[in-house]
Each structure stands twice: as C-alpha cells, then as structure tokens.
C-alpha cells in the first residue's frame, strides 16, 4: 500500500489524539527533535551507515525517517497540508527555474 504526505500526516494527527492529546500543538518541542534528528542524521550519513536488509536501526534510512516525521509534526501543529504547500512551492521552482518537469507527470 502507497503512502502520500497526506495519508502519513493524517496518521501521526490520529496517533497523537489517541496518545499525546496535549502535545499536539508543541511545535517548539518538536522543532528541537528535528534538530535532533538532522544532527544523528548528520552522524550516519559522515559514517556511511546504511540500511541492510530489513536492519534499519543506527541507518541514513532510519535517521531519514526521523527527520520526516518530525517535518510532518511540526506541519500538523500548524495544520499545514504539506502536500498541497510541497506541489505549490514546485510550481514556483519550476516558473523559477525553468523546469517542464510536473509532479503530475510522475507515476506512482
Ligand atoms: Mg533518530
């Protein structure tokens, strides 16, 4: 099954409400965990650790992923449908720069 922006941030705004009702609008807490994360990330890529297999613990991969949940996070604290703002700010690179290249034109 395919994820989309949308669909991962409906998830984390439903497993927050389910687990961490209070932290929901923590935009600060989470700001600081993505700083976290970019500085592990940081450590795995200057390493080179990558994911084999299924292992993924102490990976690019898994640091990745940490950075994109916290991106999503912050997005949900400000109710931001990152999907929509991703397919605008492409527009304005591809007017920019000159890019013919559409989202749209890629296949899943
Ligand atoms: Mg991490």
Same mark, same amino acid.
């Given at each position: 099954?395919?994820?989309? @922006? #949308? !669909?991962? =941030? ?6 927050? *409400?389910? &687990? ?24 795995? @890529? #200057? !390493?080179? =650790? ?6 993924? *613990?102490? &990976? ?49």
């Amino acid at each position: 099954m395919s994820l989309s @922006i #949308r !669909k991962v =941030q409906k998830y984390l705004k439903e497993k927050y *409400k389910r &687990t961490k009702p209070d932290d929901m609008k923590n935009t600060q807490r989470y700001f600081l965990k993505l700083i976290e994360e970019v500085g592990e990330l940081a450590e795995v @890529i #200057r !390493k080179d =650790q990558r994911m084999t297999e299924n292992h993924i *613990k102490g &990976t690019v991969e898994e640091e990745l992923s940490d950075v994109l949940y916290y991106v999503l996070m912050i997005a949900n604290t400000y109710d931001i449908d990152l999907e929509d703002c991703f397919r605008l700010k492409e527009e304005l690179n591809c007017n920019r720069y000159g890019h013919t290249l559409k989202i749209d034109d890629i296949n899943e």
